[in-house]
Structure formats: C-alpha cells, structure tokens
C-alpha cells in the first residue's frame, strides 16, 4: 500500500515537473516566433502555400530581411557609401523651368586662359556648371554626368572621373595617356529631378515589372502573377524562396492547380504610374542622355612624357581610370598586360584544357556567342534552349575546351516561356563545381535588377560572395573573373526600369563587394564608356572582342606581368 502510494506521489510530481516544462517551452517558442516574424518570413520550404500578409504587414509590401547581423551591417555601409545627394523636390504640377537643362549649361577646362602645358602622364581638370531652363545656376547636386576624353582618329579614349560638389557645380578629371590631341565630352545622363521621380517609383512601385508563370496539370493550365514581393490580396501565394540561398520568389497561387505544378516564368507588362508631367524629365534630345557644350576650347594638345613624369597606373593616380583605348585596343592600368589574341590558334591555345563556366545575363551570353563564333572547333551541342536564353554548351574535343553558359536565377525579363527547372541561381551553381586550376568561372548579374530595390541586388551579391570564397577556399586554383556593368542607351521606359542611375549604382555595389577577393574584373563601365561606339545594352564587336582579350589574359597572362 504505501509502495503505491509512493509510486501515485512520484508520478504525480513527474507529470507536475514535465507539465511545468512543457508550458515553459510553449511561452519561449511563442515569445520566439512572434518577435522573429521577419526573419521567419522567408524561411518557408521552398514550395508552401500560405494566406496574403495581414493588412498591418502591407508598409512591409517589398523588404528583404538581412541573413545574419555581419550582413545587415554590410548592407548599411554599402547603402551609406552609394548614397546619392540629396536631390530636389518636386514641384506640383511639374515645371520644367526649374530642372537642368543641359543647352544652358557649360564645362571649362582648367585652366581657362592657357599659361600651361599637358604632358603624357599629367591630369586634366574641367570644371561643369548647370543650369536650368531659365538660364539660372543650379544650387544644388545630384545630376547623374559621364565624361569621356578621347581623340577619334587615334581611336583613343579614356573614361573620367565625376565629382559632384553638391552646389550646382561638379569636376571632371581625366589622366592624359597619349599623345596629341584630347577631347573632352560630357554628356548629362539624367537630371538631378529625374533621379528624385527614379528613386520614388524604386521605393513604391518595386513590382511595376511583374512577371508571369504558368501552371499545368494534366489538360488544366492556369497563368498567375509572380515577382520578388507581391501586393497583398485574399490569393494565396505559393513561395519559391530557394531553400539555399534565400533567394526570395512568388507567384499568386493557381485556383484549381497545387504550386508544385509550376513549369514556366516569363515577363509580363511594364506598369508605372508616374505623376502629372514628371515624363517631360525624361525626354531624349532635351533632358537624357545629352552633350555639354565647352565654354571656350574643348580639347588640349597632349606633349610627349616629360623625362621625370612618373608612369601613369590606375592604382597610384588620385583618379585613375582601369584602362585607356588606343588605336582601337584596350590598354589596361594598374600592372596588368593586355594580350592581343587575333587568331583561333591563339584561342584555342589559351584555352586548351580548360572549362569555362560563364553564367549571368545576356551580357555574358555575348562572350559565349563571341567565343563560339571565332573558334571554328568549337562545335555547340544542341540542348533545344531557347535562343536567348540556354543554357548552351560547346566543346572543342580536340584540345580539350569546355564552354558552358547558363542564365542567373529570377528576375529575369524575357517574354520567352523560360522552363522554371532552367533558372538556376549563380550561388548555386558556383556550390557545385569542384574547381581547379583548369577551372574558369565569369560571371556578371546587373541588367535585371534595375526595377527592384538594391536591396535585393546586395543579397543576390552576398549569396554569389559566399560562394566564390567557398570556391576558392576548396580550390584555390580556380580562376573567377566578374563582369561589370556598363552604360546604354536611354529612353523612357529603360530609364524607368534601368536607367543609368541604376546601373551605376549597383556598379558601385558589385565592385565593393568584391574587393579585396582573389577575383578579377573586367571593367566594362569604363570599356564602354571610352569608346566611340554607342552606349549599349549589348556592346558592339570591337567592343566585345576587347573584353574577351581582357578575359584571355586573365587567364593567360602573359610572363612576367
């Protein structure tokens, strides 16, 4: 009896003690969920079905929750550091009156009444002023300028630098690297209102590209919407955030179909709603994209290198460009030998052995397209892709090349029915190889994002980062090398979606990245924006082939550099 007793009393005290821990575990998993909802958000497996965001949530409609605290920090600091001067408000109704009109306003060289010589290796100055539509200076920055000084028959150029003194005036600064004549041109990008109305529509209409997938099941399709961040409806969404990375992707769930039925992405229309008049900032031979006309001479005679002139090298000069072009060929700063590989013998002999995995967007399918051309060995596998868009593959079985390029992972604007299966993320991708020295891994990601808040962009970059180091951490052999962005033609609706603010400021985010990394860059701002050739989405051949002798001597260089 009192044995049983005994047993009762232990029993009951167990229940109490486990009852007392069980209730403990249930207020700290509450407490936890409630107080880490945004972190929460996107770490649903990668397909799930859950309700539309409570109308509270709706301030929330486009936020990207940071991984860890070291990457909030980073993205704090690369905010910080891209931050564009505080540009004007707008008038409303908007008047064109008060806005930079690039007719009235002028650049100097410097000096303006002679009294000196420029020398090979010496740095030219030029002062620009602006002013608005009624001939008044503009008091305050944020005018997005490129300057260029090149000598057309000499098919020489160099890109310069821009400095904003945030009163209406700014600087251009050019190193002077041949001889002969040099002329200077500035060209208004956008004017500093326009960079007001493109930064609004980024923060409230993130979604103003929206594209579309399609559902099937059987004889059932259904078409839905999906983007990084959807508005909020009754519609349930389906969550294709890649279990991995984190990168963050939805579409309105089907009526009739489960989202695992899933099979295509596509680009749907380009929505804005711009406020009353705000186009006329953006117009193409009146506010975008124009000439700067020179107050007084536009070019300086360039005289050979003084004996004493120190050599001109990006790393050592307070402005210093990564390259010039002379004579039409690229010639880079800061060390590096640019090698000139006109032959397929001489192609193929650098790339012999080799797998090159070239991964991005269109821009570096242009490589694989160059490369593919050139090289009458390389025979391309016929994988049924779709022609913009892959992947592609190419061998030369001869000597051993493997080239291979695949599309980066959503967003990606093509109105194609893209297979979702295809869109693969860079991060991923890089997570797969095994690497090596005979490993050559390119890539470039920049012309998609230009709608969506840098914030995405910054993520995209610290995922691909991960893994790049991950790479050469496992094998330090491997060659990566990273393509940058570069100016192109404007007009409304590419201003409005990827306009050369945009590109530039995730420029600006790309190198920052990844500095200081074992990695190379081919820098196609400044490739683009010193040759005479037309800014392009899609630079022209002689452009291209530059950049590809640049990617060659990456991985060729040549001895002794």
Not at 4 to 33: D, G, H, M, N, P
Not at 454 to 462: A, G, K, N, P
Not at 478 to 487: F, H, K, M
Request: hydrophobic share 40%; charged share 20%.
């Amino acid at each position: 009896m009192k044995a049983r007793v005994c047993r009762e009393t232990v029993v009951s005290f167990c229940c109490s003690k486990f009852a007392a821990i069980f209730l403990f575990l249930a207020v700290f998993v509450f407490i936890f969920v409630y107080f880490n909802m945004d972190v929460l958000e996107f770490q649903h497996k990668a397909i799930s079905t859950f309700p539309a965001p409570k109308p509270h949530l709706q301030h929330r409609f486009c936020s990207f929750q940071p991984r860890s605290p070291e990457d909030a920090l980073e993205e704090r600091l690369l905010l910080d550091s891209i931050a564009w001067p505080e540009t004007p408000s707008l008038p409303v109704p908007l008047s064109l009156e008060q806005t930079t009109d690039p007719a009235q306003s002028t650049f100097t060289i410097l000096p303006e009444k002679g009294g000196r010589q420029w020398h090979v290796g010496d740095q030219l100055e030029v002062i620009i002023k602006m002013y608005d539509f009624q001939g008044r200076p503009k008091k305050s920055g944020g005018d997005v300028l490129l300057a260029r000084l090149h000598n057309r028959a000499l098919g020489a150029g160099v890109a310069g630098q821009v400095l904003d003194h945030l009163n209406g005036s700014y600087s251009a600064v050019f190193s002077l690297l041949w001889e002969g004549s040099a002329q200077v041109e500035v060209t208004l990008v956008h004017p500093s209102e326009a960079v007001t109305v493109l930064h609004r529509l980024t923060r409230e209409q993130p979604d103003r590209i929206y594209f579309q997938s399609v559902f099937r099941s059987g004889s059932v399709s259904e078409t839905t919407t999906c983007n990084v961040c959807l508005h909020q409806t009754q519609q349930p969404l389906c969550n294709y955030t890649d279990p991995h990375t984190g990168e963050p992707w939805f579409c309105y769930k089907p009526k009739n179909l489960g989202c695992d039925t899933r099979i295509s992405n596509s680009v749907g229309e380009f929505k804005h709603k711009l406020k009353a008049k705000e186009e006329k900032l953006f117009q193409s031979g009146v506010n975008m994209k124009i000439s700067i006309r020179a107050s007084g001479s536009d070019s300086v005679t360039v005289l050979p290198k003084k004996k004493d002139q120190q050599e001109v090298k990006s790393n050592i000069v307070q402005f210093g460009p990564a390259g010039y072009y002379f004579q039409g060929v690229w010639q880079a700063l800061g060390g590096m030998t640019v090698r000139q590989f006109n032959t397929p013998s001489a192609i193929n002999q650098c790339l012999k052995g080799k797998f090159v995995h070239l991964r991005g967007d269109s821009t570096i399918r242009q490589w694989f397209e160059h490369l593919n051309a050139v090289l009458p060995d390389l025979k391309e596998f016929n994988l049924h892709s779709l022609r913009n868009l892959g992947p592609f593959m190419a061998l030369d079985y001869a000597n051993n090349i493997l080239i291979k390029y695949r599309f980066h992972g959503p967003p990606v604007r093509s109105p194609n029915h893209v297979p979702a299966i295809e869109l693969h993320y860079i991060a991923n991708e890089l997570d797969r190889l095994v690497g090596g020295t005979n490993t050559v891994v390119v890539f470039g990601i920049w012309a998609h994002f230009g709608s969506f808040p840098i914030e995405l962009y910054i993520r995209r970059l610290q995922s691909i980062r991960r893994a790049v180091v991950q790479l050469l951490d496992r094998a330090p052999g491997t060659l990566v090398i990273i393509r940058t962005a570069n100016p192109r033609v404007s007009t409304l609706f590419v201003s409005l979606t990827n306009s050369g603010w945009y590109s530039l400021q995730r420029d600006k985010v790309l190198r920052a990245m990844f500095k200081g990394l074992n990695v190379h860059l081919v820098d196609a701002w400044e490739m683009v924006l010193a040759h005479h050739l037309p800014h392009d989405l899609h630079p022209q051949p002689p452009i291209i082939k530059n950049m590809i002798n640049v990617v060659l001597s990456y991985i060729c260089p040549q001895k002794g550099s």
